[in-house]
T-cell receptor, first 117, second 112 residues
Framework: AQTVTQSQPEMSVQEAETVTLSCTYDTSESDYYLFWYKQPPSRQMILVIRQEAYKQQNATENRFSVNFQKAAKSFSLKISDSQLGDAAMYFCAYRATYGAGSYQLTFGKGTKLSVIP | EAQVTQNPRYLITVTGKKLTVTCSQNMNHEYMSWYRQDPGLGLRQIYYSMNVEVTDKGDVPEGYKVSRKEKRNFPLILESPSPNQTSLYFC???????????FGNGTRLTVT
């Protein structure tokens, strides 16, 4: 079974600074998707960024970028120019491309990010 | 507006009293699923449905039932709720299994 590990339960960052959230995963598949979701206090689940494993290029969405290291099974999220609205719980998630694992997201336990004014 | 709608947002009930949490999507999505979120555990899948009348168990299906009689609706049924089912529940849908998931706003369930 696939597992997703977020080793940092909590992190904090000064406003306007950069922070990196870590995520590692375990899979025997070669093709899969990785995601970062943001959950603010409103408890909505918001897709931040998505990476397809067969794509070498790291995904980027405005101030959010990932460092995808396929061989190391690492998928970290970098938030640049942090803003107060970035304060949230962040979840890393994995989904296989084929087979039974493609019907579910496997989530990490989350990292709570605080932004200090 | 494209959305996944869950109701209710909050629910307090007692052990053993059957309840249903509704989920509806207006995007003609084939795939729908239910997750529960617990502190320190992240989100775990309860059940999913690939299409009408096709459902399957996720990682934590015990104590739950689902049905998919129509494409847009995917209710979660707790026949005899217990306190260990106190949790935050999310319904989600996607066009197919390889498309991004759209989540509902969650249902906070408390079973006393």
């Amino acid at each position: 079974a696939q597992t997703v590990t977020q080793s940092q339960p909590e992190m904090s960052v000064q406003e306007a600074e950069t922070v990196t959230l870590s995520c590692t995963y375990d899979t025997s598949e070669s093709d899969y998707y990785l995601f970062w979701y943001k959950q603010p206090p409103s408890r909505q689940m918001i897709l931040v960024i998505r990476q397809e494993a067969y794509k070498q290029q790291n995904a980027t969405e405005n101030r959010f970028s990932v460092n995808f290291q396929k061989a190391a099974k690492s998928f970290s999220l970098k938030i640049s120019d942090s803003q107060l609205g970035d304060a949230a719980m962040y979840f890393c998630a994995y989904r296989a491309t084929y087979g039974a694992g493609s019907y579910q997201l496997t989530f990490g336990k989350g990292t709570k990010l605080s932004v200090i004014p | 507006e494209a959305q996944v709608t869950q109701n209710p947002r909050y629910l307090i009930t007692v052990t053993g009293k059957k309840l249903t949490v509704t989920c509806s999507q207006n995007m003609n999505h084939e795939y729908m699923s239910w997750y529960r979120q617990d502190p320190g555990l992240g989100l775990r899948q309860i059940y999913y449905s690939m299409n009408v009348e096709v459902t399957d168990k996720g990682d934590v299906p015990e104590g739950y039932k689902v049905s998919r009689k129509e494409k847009r609706n995917f209710p979660l049924i707790l026949e005899s709720p217990s306190p260990n089912q106190t949790s935050l529940y999310f319904c989600a849908s996607s066009l197919d299994r390889n498309s991004p998931l759209h989540f509902g706003n969650g249902t906070r369930l408390t079973v006393t």
